[in-house]
């Protein structure tokens, strides 16, 4: 099993700025994904930014120039800059990592934090 762990949420005005952070820990042979997705009140859970291994990046178009995805494969962490911030923005933010588990076969897996609340005041 792979337990993930986010911290960095919290309440912050328009325009203002917050980092979160997340650690992967468990059995597996590598990370190969990491990423942060969103659900606001009333809506589908969203991706906001993912960071494959080799540094490729993914960011969904609302956040594009504002928030920046950076991961450190040694500690297995991600980690979410986000400036700038909306109202629009409020949500709950999740983690996920899909891992690599290498035995007599390979196999993947997704798995999700429990997720970190991200309220903006306009």
């Known amino acids: 099993q792979v337990r993930l762990v986010e911290s960095g949420g919290g309440l912050v005005q328009a325009e203002g700025s917050l980092r979160l952070s997340c650690a992967a820990s468990?059995?597996?042979?590598?990370?190969?994904?990491m990423g942060w997705y969103r659900q606001a009140p009333g809506k589908q859970r969203e991706l906001v930014a993912t960071?494959?291994?080799?540094?490729?990046?993914n960011y969904a178009d609302s956040v594009k120039g504002r928030f920046t995805i950076s991961r450190d494969n040694a500690e297995n962490t991600v980690n979410l800059q986000m400036n700038s911030l909306k109202p629009e923005d409020t949500a709950v933010y999740y983690c996920?990592?899909?891992?690599?588990?290498?035995?007599?076969?390979?196999?993947?897996?997704?798995?999700w934090g429990q997720g970190t609340q991200v309220t903006v005041s306009s």
């Open positions: 468990g059995r597996f042979f590598r990370i190969n994904a």
């Open positions: 996920n990592c899909n891992t690599e588990t290498r035995s007599i076969t390979t196999t993947y897996a997704d798995y």
């Open positions: 960071l494959m291994r080799d540094g490729t990046t």
